[in-house]
């Protein structure tokens, strides 16, 4: 089992950056994959960004070229850096951990993108 706590939100002027982490409570060497979800009011959870252990990484067509994704497998964390941030970015970003058929959550953290 592993708990995930999701830090880094806030509300940020659009263009702006924030640097999104999310802390695993064990090695997350061994997890598969380490992913980034968002789900804003009203709207389904979608996929924003994963990474496999190997480090191949994978995007929403929305925040390609904008988004980043990362581990760091010896803090047990991984990263989500977003540039040229937009209001429709704007949403509670998740973090999911998968470790063989598991899925693990975070609890969120809140991004607002406003003027």
């Known amino acids: 089992q592993v708990q995930l706590v999701e830090s880094g939100g806030g509300l940020v002027q659009p263009g702006g950056s924030l640097r999104l982490s999310c802390a695993a409570s064990r090695s997350i060497f061994s997890i598969n994959t380490m992913g980034w979800y968002r789900q804003a009011p009203g709207k389904q959870r979608e996929l924003v960004a994963d990474?496999?252990?190997?480090?191949?990484?994978n995007y929403a067509a929305p925040v390609k070229g904008r988004f980043t994704i990362s581990r760091d497998n010896a803090k047990n964390t991984a990263y989500l850096q977003m540039n040229s941030l937009k209001p429709e970015d704007t949403a509670v970003y998740l973090c999911?951990?998968?470790?063989?058929?598991?899925?693990?959550w975070g609890q969120g953290t809140q991004v607002t993108v406003s003027s």
């Open positions: 990474i496999s252990k190997g480090g191949r990484t």
């Open positions: 999911q951990a998968i470790a063989g058929a598991q899925g693990y």
